[in-house]
């Protein structure tokens, strides 16, 4: 079983910066392909980032490339999202996602969520 707490997020104005966090507890964390989602109300959930278990990969969406960074901390096992110039379509609920590809299959582990809003 994996555990993830996500924290960070708030209210910021557009063009500005929010860095969100996840720790991660449960399993070995280089075990954990990490990624980043969001939720806008009526809007599926997408996938913003992701990085490999090795942390030698990263995904970016287009609409977030050159904008967000994904990053991942071994000693802490925390994963980290650095949202920079916030736009006014960034605003959702943002959930952090672990990957565990064990014998059986991939299982994904979810976290709370934290919302992030954008005023103008």
């Known amino acids: 079983q994996v555990q993830l707490v996500e924290s960070g997020g708030g209210l910021v104005q557009a063009g500005g910066s929010l860095r969100l966090s996840c720790a991660v507890s449960?399993?070995?964390?280089?075990?954990?392909?990490m990624g980043w989602y969001r939720q806008a109300p009526g809007k599926e959930r997408d996938c913003v980032a992701a990085i490999s278990h090795s942390d030698i990969t990263t995904y970016y969406a287009d609409s977030v490339k050159g904008r967000f960074t994904i990053s991942r901390d071994f000693p802490s096992n925390t994963v980290y999202l650095q949202m920079n110039s916030l736009k006014h379509d960034d605003p959702a609920v943002y959930y952090c996602?672990?990957?565990?590809?064990?014998?059986?299959?991939?299982?994904?582990?979810w976290g709370q969520g934290t919302q992030v809003t954008v005023s103008s």
């Open positions: 996602d672990a990957q565990y590809r064990g014998p059986v299959g991939t299982t994904d582990y």
């Open positions: 449960g399993r070995t964390f280089d075990r954990l392909a």
